[in-house]
């Protein structure tokens, strides 16, 4: 072996060693590394994604912060607010009105702070629906920010579902 050859294959095996003991990262864009702490939401993400598509309400429950506040689209009205009574019974009418879910998130970004996380994923979903006893395919596509907080060691969704 040529004597130039050893180092550059030392060092090749290093950096490749160090690059696979790295955090990685989350998304595709390598905008989100996959710290201890973004997995532990991204989990969060993860569980709400399978609970959605299997249309399983209890699964998500206790996804959902008893804080869980949402201001129905608008700023300027507090009559379309709702808190977690009512993002129960908005899924609860999903799951019943609605016969399959095929839905795809992507992470676009994350930032946690302390006790708190921000999250921002892109959503495209399909949904079979019953509307006046017709089946009908939905599709859509929507960037949405959902907002998280620890609470009693685990992170819930506190708005954006």
């Not at 609605?98 to 996380?117: C, D, F, H, P, S």
């Not at 599709?139 to 992170?155: F, I, P, Q, S, Y």
Request: net charge negative; charged share 25%.
């Amino acid at each position: 072996m040529s004597p130039r050859i050893l180092p550059n294959l030392l060092g090749l095996c290093l950096s490749t060693a160090i690059a696979a003991c790295g955090p990685g990262y989350l998304d595709q864009a390598q905008k989100v590394p996959a710290t201890e702490i973004n997995r532990e939401v991204f989990q969060v993400l993860k569980d709400y994604h399978h609970a959605i598509e299997t249309k399983d309400v209890d699964a998500l429950k206790p996804l959902i912060s008893p804080r869980y506040h949402e201001n129905g689209g608008t700023t300027d009205k507090e009559g379309d607010d709702y808190g977690y009574d009512g993002a129960l019974k908005r899924l609860v009418m999903v799951r019943d009105n609605i016969k399959k879910v095929q839905l795809r998130l992507k992470l676009l970004e994350m930032q946690v702070t302390g006790n708190e996380a921000s999250v921002e994923v892109e959503f495209v979903g399909r949904v079979l629906m019953t509307e006046g006893g017709i089946d009908t395919y939905k599709t859509w596509d929507d960037v949405n920010r959902m907002t998280l907080a620890k609470e009693g060691g685990h992170w819930l969704f506190t708005s954006g579902l």
